[in-house]
């Protein structure tokens, strides 16, 4: 059974520092894995989807990397701002299966 | 396209009450999934359907909670009777699937609002 994990949970830090989410997952055998956003209150966004067989992806100030075979994935944020507080989740979807399974997330805040 | 719609947005109720959450898809989209998420358990699949056939059904809790999908365009989840314990917020998301999508994993999900419920 696939299981992902994120750390931490809650995060603060300045305006204008660069970040790194992480998120672990217990099967590596997996399509895909999905970075989101949620912003209190509101649905999901899907911010960066990285395929099994690739090793990052970019949008903009955003990169998300992908270590299949030590189940990580880190999701890398340049020059903060506050407008990027938010909870981000990750997602991953295993082999054979349709659905994605969600860490718990992590919360960010970023301090002006 | 206005994106997943969710409604009601917000429901509170007395348990033992009937609640029914709707769900419009994107259209255009054959794949649709219902999520709950709480603060203990953050985000669990409830259902999927592909082209309105529910694939699985595995997280739904209990047989108190029933998902119908009649059309493309629509999709209902019940809960009847209502407990506290429900008291979560209810997403409803979308996606089309292609033969290719379903091989390669290729898949973007939108989620909808969401419905919170409150069952006192």
């Known amino acids: 059974k696939q299981e992902v994990t994120q750390i931490p949970a809650a995060l603060s830090v300045p305006e204008g520092e660069n970040l790194v989410l992480n998120c672990s997952f217990t099967?590596?055998?997996?399509?895909?894995l999905q970075w989101f956003r949620q912003d209190p209150g509101k649905g999901l966004t899907s911010l960066l989807l990285?395929?099994?067989?690739?090793r990052e992806q970019t949008s903009g100030r955003l990169n998300a990397s992908l270590d299949k075979s030590s189940g990580r994935s880190t999701l890398y944020i340049a020059a903060s701002q506050p407008g990027d507080s938010a909870t981000y989740l990750c997602?991953?979807?295993?082999?054979?299966?349709?659905?994605?399974?969600f860490g718990q997330g992590t919360r960010l805040t970023i301090n002006p | 396209d206005a994106g997943v719609i969710q409604s009601p947005r917000h429901e509170v109720t007395e348990m033992g009450q009937e609640v029914t959450l709707r769900c419009k898809p994107i259209?255009?989209?054959?794949?649709l999934f219902w999520y709950r998420q709480t603060m203990m358990r953050g985000l669990e699949l409830l259902i999927y359907?592909?082209?309105?056939?529910?694939?699985?059904d595995s997280g739904m809790p209990e047989d108190r909670f029933s998902a119908k999908m009649p059309n493309a365009s629509f999709s209902t989840l019940k809960i009847q009777p209502s407990e506290p314990r429900d008291s979560a917020v209810y997403f409803c998301?979308?996606?089309?699937?292609?033969?290719?999508?379903?091989?390669?994993?290729?898949?973007?999900?939108?989620f909808g609002a969401g419905s919170r419920l409150t069952v006192l």
């Open positions: 359907f592909n082209n309105n056939v529910p694939i699985d």
């Open positions: 990285i395929q099994s067989s690739q």
């Open positions: 997602a991953v979807r295993s082999q054979g299966a349709q659905k994605l399974v």
């Open positions: 259209s255009g989209h054959n794949s």
């Open positions: 099967d590596s055998a997996i399509y895909n």
């Open positions: 998301a979308s996606s089309f699937r292609s033969a290719v999508d379903l091989r390669s994993g290729a898949n973007v999900l939108t």
